[in-house]
């Protein structure tokens, strides 16, 4: 078979799902992903459209919950945005999840006293990248893994 014909059989074994499933199960980007998030909400306490967290009662937190949060150190001890970060449990729970075509970042938000999405409006979005982050993510991370992979199975 000449290089046109090797080529062309390489280039039509090449699934693309599979190779961006296999960099995000095994390049880090299990820890990294998750970990944009926890950044974005410990540093700026926003949703992924950008407008800041409130509760449900329309405060980053109540004045028992910022005396409380005073006594913290680190992001526990923020108390000029929401964080979802008291404990660290709720932010031990997010995880990557991709999906054939997809991913996302899934929580488990079950609380002692109530879940945290029954005070957090629109919950889901919190733990969604923002736009500027999935181009972060596309552009500098994974297009640089999925080119080396693409040029692995070509050449």
Same mark, same amino acid.
């Given at each position: 078979?000449? %290089?046109?014909?090797?080529?062309?059989?390489?280039?039509?074994?090449?699934?693309?799902?599979? &190779?961006?499933? !296999?960099?995000?199960?095994?390049?880090g +980007?299990?820890?990294?992903?998750?970990?944009?998030?926890?950044?974005?909400?410990?540093?700026?306490?926003?949703?992924? &459209? $950008?407008?800041?967290?409130?509760?449900?009662?329309?405060?980053? +937190?109540? =004045?028992? &919950?910022?005396?409380?949060?005073?006594?913290?150190?680190?992001?526990? $001890?923020?108390?000029? @945005?929401?964080?979802l @970060?008291?404990?660290?449990?709720?932010?031990?729970?997010? %995880?990557? !999840?991709?999906? !054939? &075509?997809?991913? =996302?970042?899934? +929580?488990?938000?079950? !609380?002692?006293?109530?879940?945290?999405?029954?005070?957090? #409006? %629109?919950?889901?979005? %919190?733990?969604?990248?923002?736009?500027?982050?999935?181009?972060?993510?596309?552009?500098?991370?994974?297009? #640089?893994?999925?080119?080396?992979?693409?040029?692995?199975?070509?050449?």
């Amino acid at each position: 078979m000449d %290089a046109i014909g090797t080529l062309a059989v390489k280039l039509s074994a090449f699934n693309v799902n599979e &190779t961006l499933r !296999k960099i995000l199960d095994t390049q880090g +980007y299990g820890a990294l992903i998750p970990q944009m998030v926890k950044s974005r909400l410990g540093s700026e306490g926003t949703y992924s &459209t $950008g407008e800041p967290i409130f509760t449900k009662k329309g405060n980053p +937190y109540s =004045s028992f &919950t910022v005396a409380v949060k005073s006594q913290q150190t680190g992001v526990s $001890g923020i108390t000029s @945005h929401v964080t979802l @970060h008291d404990s660290g449990k709720f932010w031990s729970t997010f %995880a990557l !999840k991709p999906t !054939k &075509t997809s991913f =996302s970042v899934e +929580y488990n938000d079950n !609380k002692p006293d109530g879940k945290v999405s029954d005070n957090i #409006p %629109a919950l889901e979005s %919190a733990i969604s990248l923002t736009d500027q982050e999935l181009d972060e993510l596309r552009y500098i991370k994974i297009l #640089p893994d999925f080119i080396e992979e693409f040029r692995n199975a070509i050449l």
